[in-house]
């Protein structure tokens, strides 16, 4: 028996020999010896075996014993302000001025790739405030549209770019703020140490080039919403780069303050101090000032630094909520939900004891005193249970006797990765195990909430794990960290499959394998830095529902975990004035989905395109049965024709047939995307070893669908794209013939002029019929958005009138773009049929395959007035696909030229 993996945790292994395969070795070699010495001689040597496996097998079982480690360290945070009374926060909503603005931000940065720029952005994204990046020192973007303000505040990265508009630019920007009760917030980061330097055209002034030390919020100030004023961040703040404000008029007033840092040396070297060094440290100086606006009319909030303070990070989200009157401001409560994954399971040596689960009760109180209704939330795995030491076996007794102070939720009973059970019927069998010993030991499994092991299953989806989880638990609430992907972080969104609602998960450093102090990554002071305003505080300052990831050693050993939450617990009450609450699981889904509808439907992304997704993805799955190009139409342009076409060539092949829309698959818009990326796999062959053939899927209705480009790009990045274009005029009344063939009532109480000609009074089912008629042939609209997702050399456009005179011709130029193995001649495939008026299928010595009776079929001519109002109706557009078509160097077709030579 080889060597084996032993596996201490997700993602982590160690090589460590089998002792079955060791012992089985050792005792071979023992019995060798035996057989060749003499009795007394064996004996001896025996003695001395049994004594070498006795030391052996004690090195053997302390490997796996508990290191020596310092005691927990307790959460050393204390706060001044307190806690019992909550303060006054300052309201800054204006619903009257609100209603003239957009609820968006104006960046106006040095480059597109400064470091202060890119972190406003990240603030930006990350609390979901729109906005729009412009150069500084460029011509100003349009700021209105139809007499309200698209934006709520401008930003500039420097307050010098704003200081050094061009007098145009500065009146234009300056009475778009006056007009719309605009603030300006603006970063100030002058190049040259100054020392009570006036800025330009206003009674301010400034020293710079400051080191500054005792940070604390003016509690007067109504800028001030999330941060909660009365602490002091003691000690030296980042950087020497600080700037103070001097206001010399009453619009100025400070929002913080700090002092100088005379020690360090920074700021003694620019700073003249001329009195006594106690008096001179003992002065504050505001490093971030208000403008009222009684000066210009123009209200701002001036900073003395970047956002490398991880206050100033807080200040910002103030400052964009006071200066936009409530438009750009944040909720104050905050949902937290802590789970502690792999309950009973970790080797000996690295679980919780009773005197742990002891302290994980205590914490529990004490954060209950902070975060309301908290709870900490435990996913088991009762196949492990009792598989510790002696101790650590009492302390699964000890969470067993305190059942009834947390919550719980099933794991898998053998913490077995999902996507790796392709059985339905196994998949429910292990879980029915695990809620077997649930009910054993009466373990309260109520709040219909689950996670998967390594998050397996859940995203990419594994059916199976979704299905086993509604018929064993009823689940209706999961989460998970990676949709739609790990990083960044502040991109994690949730979404509703098979009416299980999934919601984003947050990691805080805490992993199985993070159970010692001293052997946290960067040590305390990293761990420290990110629950002071690092990483975590900021996860819970961004996100209004917050869940996190932590394990079952977390909360032993060093106790990491508790010491983690209560830190950050106390440090967010110290410093702002959120509202810190915990909800059971389907209570906070129906929160997070109140928040954001849009999530609800899920973006499918392509497995093998992120290598965390293709490690928990089946591998019975394979990204080759994905298509390799799509033609997306639109209808009535001769995409059947097309499909057929391509579907005789030996290298191509196309999706099965669906038994309601035929050759079409009609995926990534309407009901069928929400069935999921394995359904819509199951509509191409599995291929074959060995082939190089290009699988596609022709839905044209896909053209002109405002959410498809968005989706086909998310799965399909690389997918090449195939459009067919004819008259527009031609196009719309074939639809409406279309529908009258198949017997639409609109269509056949309507004439086509009455259709499109109709008002916005109409019934409904006329203006669905009118806008299905007419919206397709706006082309250059659909292609652009096409083009906002896809690289112009990823879309071919086919004159459909070709197609039609000439498909040899055309089919050629497709097997060119879809760069074709093997290149066949059509001529030898297809030809014309006199009878039916089009190229059909060759069958046989003269003989054809046609399309269906429904293809092909004549109309009545278009009557002279519907074709007026058409001609008019596409003008532009068509003049719009002329020169679009012209950008991207394609030709353009000759119905095209001559509607637009026609047109007077």
């Known amino acids: 028996m080889p060597p084996t993996a032993?596996?201490?945790?997700?993602?982590?292994?160690?090589?460590?020999?089998?002792?079955?395969?060791?012992?089985?070795?050792?005792?071979?070699?023992?019995?060798?010896?035996?057989?060749?010495?003499?009795?007394?001689?064996?004996?001896?040597?025996?003695?001395?075996?049994?004594?070498?496996?006795?030391?052996?097998?004690?090195?053997?079982?302390?490997?796996?014993?508990?290191?020596?480690?310092?005691?927990?360290?307790?959460?050393?945070?204390?706060?001044?302000?307190?806690?019992?009374?909550?303060?006054?926060?300052?309201?800054?909503?204006?619903?009257?001025?609100?209603?003239?603005?957009?609820?968006?931000?104006?960046?106006?940065?040095?480059?597109?790739?400064?470091?202060?720029?890119?972190?406003?952005?990240?603030?930006?994204?990350?609390?979901?405030?729109?906005?729009?990046?412009?150069?500084?020192?460029?011509?100003?973007?349009?700021?209105?549209?139809?007499?309200?303000?698209?934006?709520?505040?401008?930003?500039?990265?420097?307050?010098?770019?704003?200081?050094?508009?061009?007098?145009?630019?500065?009146?234009?920007?300056?009475?778009?703020?006056?007009?719309?009760?605009?603030?300006?917030?603006?970063?100030?980061?002058?190049?040259?140490?100054?020392?009570?330097?006036?800025?330009?055209?206003?009674?301010?002034?400034?020293?710079?080039?400051?080191?500054?030390?005792?940070?604390?919020?003016?509690?007067?100030?109504?800028?001030?919403?999330?941060?909660?004023?009365?602490?002091?961040?003691?000690?030296?703040?980042?950087?020497?780069?600080?700037?103070?404000?001097?206001?010399?008029?009453?619009?100025?007033?400070?929002?913080?303050?700090?002092?100088?840092?005379?020690?360090?040396?920074?700021?003694?070297?620019?700073?003249?101090?001329?009195?006594?060094?106690?008096?001179?440290?003992?002065r504050r100086y505001a490093p971030v000032m208000r403008d009222c606006g009684l000066f210009d009319g123009v209200q701002r909030v001036l900073f003395g630094n970047g956002l490398n303070f991880w206050l100033h990070k807080v200040l910002l989200l103030d400052a964009l909520s006071f200066l936009s009157h409530g438009k750009l401001s944040i909720s104050l409560d905050r949902f937290v939900l802590v789970d502690v994954d792999d309950i009973f399971v970790g080797r000996p040596g690295t679980r919780m004891k009773r005197k742990d689960v002891e302290e994980l009760l205590s914490a529990q109180q004490r954060i209950q005193r902070i975060v309301k209704n908290f709870r900490f939330n435990l996913g088991f795995s009762g196949k492990f249970f009792r598989h510790g030491t002696e101790e650590e076996n009492d302390g699964d007794d000890a969470l067993i006797e305190n059942r009834n102070a947390f919550w719980w939720f099933g794991h898998s009973w053998g913490h077995t990765q999902a996507h790796t059970i392709a059985n339905l019927t196994s998949m429910i069998e292990d879980m029915q195990l695990n809620q077997g010993f649930a009910q054993l030991y009466e373990i309260p499994v109520n709040n219909s909430y689950s996670v998967a092991p390594h998050h397996s299953g859940v995203y990419p989806v594994h059916e199976e794990l979704y299905e086993a989880w509604k018929s064993v638990w009823h689940i209706k609430v999961t989460s998970t960290e990676e949709y739609p992907h790990l990083r960044p972080a502040r991109h994690r969104r949730g979404f509703i499959h098979r009416d299980i609602m999934v919601l984003p998960r947050q990691t805080c450093g805490l992993f199985t394998h993070t159970i010692f102090i001293n052997k946290f990554p960067g040590g305390r002071e990293k761990l420290d830095a990110s629950i002071q305003g690092g990483d975590l505080f900021q996860i819970i300052l961004y996100n209004q529902i917050s869940i996190f990831m932590t394990h079952l050693s977390n909360y032993g050993n060093d106790r990491l975990g508790s010491y983690t939450f209560e830190s950050v617990f106390k440090f967010l009450q110290c410093w702002t004035n959120l509202r810190l609450e915990t909800v059971p699981p389907p209570k906070l889904a129906n929160i997070y989905f109140g928040l954001y509808p849009d999530e609800k439907t899920p973006i499918w992304r392509n497995p093998c395109d992120d290598h965390r997704h293709f490690e928990i993805w089946s591998n019975q799955k394979s990204c080759e049965r994905l298509p390799q190009f799509l033609v997306i139409g639109p209808q009535k342009t001769g995409t059947t024709a097309l499909y057929t076409f391509l579907a005789m060539h030996p290298s191509i092949v196309s999706n099965f047939e669906s038994p309601s829309t035929f050759e079409e698959v009609q995926f990534f818009n309407g009901r069928n995307y929400v069935r999921g990326l394995d359904w819509y796999m199951d509509h191409f062959p599995v291929p074959a070893n060995g082939t190089k053939r290009l699988v596609f899927e022709k839905s044209a209705n896909y053209f002109d669908s405002e959410e498809v480009p968005e989706r086909a790009f998310a799965l399909l990045p690389r997918a090449k794209l195939i459009c067919i274009l004819i008259n527009p005029i031609r196009r719309a009344y074939s639809w409406y013939q279309h529908m009258r063939a198949h017997k639409d009532p609109v269509a056949l109480q309507h004439s086509f002029y009455e259709v499109i000609s109709a008002d916005d009074n109409v019934r409904h089912s006329v203006k669905e019929l009118k806008h299905r008629s007419l919206n397709p042939g706006l082309y250059a609209q659909h292609i652009?958005?096409?083009?906002?997702?896809?690289?112009?050399?990823?879309?071919?456009?086919?004159?459909?009138?070709?197609?039609?005179?000439?498909?040899?011709?055309?089919?050629?130029?497709?097997?060119?773009?879809?760069?074709?193995?093997?290149?066949?001649?059509?001529?030898?495939?297809?030809?014309?049929?006199?009878?039916?008026?089009?190229?059909?299928?060759?069958?046989?010595?003269?003989?054809?395959?046609?399309?269906?009776?429904?293809?092909?079929?004549?109309?009545?001519?278009?009557?002279?007035?519907?074709?007026?109002?058409?001609?008019?109706?596409?003008?532009?557009?068509?003049?719009?696909?002329?020169?679009?078509?012209?950008?991207?160097?394609?030709?353009?077709?000759?119905?095209?030229?001559?509607?637009?030579?026609?047109w007077r």
């Open 784 to 902: 652009d958005r096409w083009l906002s997702h896809f690289d112009p050399s990823q879309i071919m456009v086919i004159d459909g009138e070709l197609l039609r005179s000439d498909p040899i011709e055309v089919m050629n130029s497709i097997q060119d773009f879809l760069e074709v193995d093997q290149h066949v001649d059509y001529s030898k495939l297809i030809k014309f049929d006199k009878q039916k008026g089009f190229f059909c299928q060759i069958v046989g010595d003269d003989k054809t395959k046609c399309l269906g009776r429904g293809k092909g079929r004549l109309y009545p001519e278009m009557d002279s007035r519907s074709q007026a109002l058409l001609k008019s109706f596409y003008h532009k557009p068509n003049v719009a696909l002329s020169k679009l078509l012209g950008r991207l160097g394609l030709p353009v077709p000759d119905w095209l030229t001559e509607e637009l030579s026609d």
């Open 6 to 282: 032993s596996a201490l945790s997700p993602g982590v292994f160690v090589v460590s020999l089998s002792p079955v395969w060791t012992m089985a070795a050792f005792l071979q070699t023992r019995w060798y010896l035996v057989r060749r010495l003499t009795i007394t001689k064996g004996f001896f040597v025996l003695l001395f075996l049994c004594v070498a496996s006795l030391v052996f097998l004690s090195y053997y079982v302390m490997s796996f014993s508990t290191p020596l480690h310092t005691a927990p360290p307790p959460p050393a945070l204390q706060c001044s302000n307190r806690q019992d009374a909550l303060p006054a926060v300052n309201s800054h909503v204006n619903n009257a001025k609100q209603l003239r603005l957009d609820s968006r931000v104006l960046v106006l940065a040095e480059t597109l790739y400064t470091s202060l720029g890119q972190e406003i952005l990240v603030v930006l994204e990350a609390n979901r405030f729109g906005y729009k990046v412009a150069l500084a020192g460029k011509s100003l973007p349009s700021l209105t549209h139809a007499d309200k303000g698209k934006f709520g505040v401008v930003v500039f990265e420097r307050l010098e770019s704003y200081l050094n508009m061009d007098s145009w630019n500065r009146q234009l920007l300056d009475k778009y703020c006056r007009d719309y009760d605009v603030g300006i917030v603006a970063f100030a980061r002058p190049d040259e140490a100054l020392y009570d330097a006036q800025v330009r055209d206003f009674p301010l002034f400034v020293h710079t080039k400051l080191s500054l030390r005792h940070y604390e919020v003016d509690a007067a100030s109504p800028v001030p919403r999330v941060t909660r004023a009365g602490e002091v961040a003691l000690g030296p703040l980042p950087s020497d780069e600080w700037t103070v404000f001097v206001g010399n008029h009453s619009t100025y007033e400070p929002v913080a303050w700090a002092r100088l840092n005379v020690i360090g040396g920074g700021s003694s070297a620019v700073f003249p101090v001329t009195e006594d060094g106690a008096l001179v440290e003992q």
